[in-house]
């Protein structure tokens, strides 16, 4: 899943400092937060210091070439060549990034500028405000070679459009992208840990082969946030980008019908659910593994065994042997 993949040490929350131990990116998951003051993992040292590598990578620079690889507010001395540079952007959710050049004296060199995949129609490059003609098509590198004095400025436009882009095995399920952000469906509240309260369900989309201007629709007053239009089944859903959404359920995926489609797999999700009552009338006993009260009720015992819960659904790990009594 080019996307977005499930991943460690991705995030932390802003309003405590919270650090993910994993991030799921499932349809209805959460992430999973370590404390850390009684679980500080390696995983929890290494996504605080995930966030101190952020400047890697933003430019390289090779004899008489600087690349600019990521828009993000920053100064880069370039010793070498005796230029000074200094990044200003209004992303994530803008669309503009400017860099303005320092230098002793003038100093011939090639900017090169990246143009990502995702910045298509309405992509422009400026130097001193005149525009830059002939850009190349993405992904491409725009290269400007000329003499640079000092006050300098180059300005970049990357707009961000809405796009789909689906699993390598299934074209009818897909993430939704502004440009490159990652839209994630915000489902609510995460459950209370512990409880017994299911993780709620994304809804199906029924948008299949629809322009996505239809049914998508932008916050008139929250930049970044857009919401379905009558096509959530069984309903619409606002989709924020994912790095905002802290201790909420949240879908990243999305399964993607036609009105045709949508019926043939209503009948097989009812057949399936007929299925499972006939399976509950034939049932003597059932226990859930993980959770408390039930194993109590059935006299759950063992050795070198302990409780686990992933994605929301508890189980139970052992090393040597765990038993219940179950009537017959």
């Known amino acids: 899943e080019r ?4 991943h460690v040490l991705a995030s932390i929350d802003p309003s405590d400092g919270s650090t993910c131990y994993m991030v799921p990116v499932g349809r209805g998951a959460r992430r999973e937060y370590a404390d850390m003051q009684k679980s500080f993992t390696c995983c929890v040292g290494s996504g605080m210091e995930s966030h101190a590598l952020h400047a890697l990578g933003l430019y390289y620079e090779g004899g008489d070439r600087l690349w600019v690889n990521l828009y993000a507010p920053s100064t880069a001395d370039w010793t070498a060549a005796g230029v000074r540079l200094e990044m200003r952007t209004d992303f994530p959710e803008g669309e503009t990034a400017r860099l303005e050049l320092r230098a002793a004296q ?3 060199f090639t900017l090169l500028l990246r143009r990502p995949a995702w910045a298509g129609e309405g992509f422009a490059v400026s130097v001193n405000g005149e525009p830059v003609k ?15 004095k000092d006050g300098d400025t180059v ?7 809405l796009r789909l882009e689906a699993t390598p095995d299934n074209a009818r399920r897909a993430a939704i992208l502004w440009g490159p ?10 459950p209370e840990r512990g409880s017994r309260q299911p993780m709620p369900e994304a809804p199906a989309l029924l948008a299949a082969e629809r322009p996505r201007s239809e049914w998508l629709k932008p916050s008139a007053d929250e930049p970044g ?3 379905t239009h009558g096509v959530g089944r069984d309903r619409d859903v606002d989709l924020v980008p994912f790095y905002r959404l802290h201790r909420r359920s949240s879908t990243a995926y999305w399964d993607l019908y036609t009105p045709a489609e949508w019926e043939k797999k209503s009948a097989e999700i009812a057949a399936e659910r007929e299925r499972q009552r006939q399976l509950e009338r034939r ?4 226990v859930q593994p993980g959770e408390m009260q039930p194993e109590r009720d059935f006299n759950q015992q063992g050795e070198e065994t302990s409780v686990v819960r992933v994605l929301g659904r508890p189980g139970r790990r052992g090393t040597r042997w765990f038993s219940f009594d179950m009537p017959v």
């Open 3 to 6: 996307a977005l993949f499930n």
């Open 106 to 108: 003038p100093k011939p």
């Open 134 to 148: 002939d850009l190349p098509a993405p992904p491409a590198y725009v290269e400007l070679q000329r003499t640079w």
């Open 155 to 161: 300005a970049v436009v990357l707009p961000k459009s």
């Open 181 to 190: 952000l990652v839209l994630a469906g915000d489902l609510g509240p995460e």
């Open 225 to 227: 946030v857009f919401r």
């Open 283 to 286: 049932t003597v006993a059932f």
